[in-house]
């Protein structure tokens, strides 16, 4: 199975800076078809898990464009251009070929 | 916009079975997969298994093969969970999810999930 690891564990930020998380996978998430199956999930504080990035890059819907994604193969970055109080939770990378994985997670806290 | 409504809290003896549902809502469901995700407590997220309707198959995470059996009522547009000899560490969160899969292997994102439901195993 693959293994998905993110970097750092815990992200204190100050509102209005720039925050990134790192994701690497065990083995290579790029299709034949160009694109890489790597997902973003944010999971805030008391709620279920929501669908940030899908396809490494792609914002999903009524996501607000400070978010993005990068990357290729086995490196990931998700990056928050000015980190906003509604921003904090835990973020986790998923690797979306079945038997699909997390990261372990990156708790961002507001500074 | 389709929404996932999960059934609520169960509390179990180590060695029964729980079953939870996820009925859905507002969208063509048997053309989706859902997959099942859980969270123990204060840990992250871990993915169980997802029923493909389109394929006719359910896919398992290896951990859970053979105590985990997930299938769909395209009557009542429900997904279940069944989860059998339950063991302490099985104590968690359990998360449904619209899996937006493509091909036989492949996922573009779990872009609608339940609330959740939370399993307590204890004697």
């Known amino acids: 199975d693959i293994v998905m690891t993110q970097s750092p564990l815990s992200l204190p930020v100050t509102p209005g800076e720039p925050a990134s998380i790192s994701c690497k996978s065990s083995?290579?998430?790029?299709?034949?078809?160009?694109?890489?199956?790597l997902d973003w999930y944010l999971q805030k504080p008391g709620q279920s898990p929501q669908l940030l990035i899908y396809?490494?890059?792609n914002r999903a819907s009524g996501v607000p464009d400070r978010f993005s994604g990068s990357g290729s193969g086995t490196d990931f970055t998700l990056k928050i251009s000015r980190v906003e109080a509604e921003d904090v939770g835990i973020y986790y990378c998923?690797?979306?070929?079945?038997?699909?994985?997390f990261g372990q997670g990156t708790k961002l806290e507001i500074k | 916009q389709v929404q996932l409504v999960q059934s609520g809290a169960e509390v179990k003896k180590p060695g029964s079975s729980v079953k939870v549902s996820c009925k859905a809502s507002?969208?063509?469901?048997?053309?989706?997969?859902f997959s099942w995700v859980r969270q123990a407590p204060g840990q992250g997220l871990e993915w169980m298994g997802a029923?493909?309707?389109?394929?006719?198959?359910?896919d398992y995470a290896q951990k859970f093969q053979g105590r985990v059996t997930l299938t769909m009522d395209g009557s009542t547009t429900t997904a279940y969970m069944e989860l059998n000899n339950l063991r302490s560490e099985d104590t968690a969160v359990y998360y449904c999810?619209?899996?937006?899969?493509?091909?036989?292997?492949?996922?573009?994102?779990?872009?609608?999930w339940g609330q959740g439901t939370t399993v307590t195993v204890s004697s």
């Open positions: 507002g969208d063509t469901f048997s053309s989706h997969a």
């Open positions: 396809l490494g890059s």
């Open positions: 998923m690797q979306a070929r079945r038997p699909y994985s």
């Open positions: 083995q290579s998430l790029l299709h034949s078809n160009g694109y890489n199956y």
């Open positions: 029923i493909l309707p389109i394929l006719g198959t359910a």
């Open positions: 999810a619209r899996d937006l899969f493509v091909g036989s292997s492949w996922s573009h994102g779990m872009d609608v």
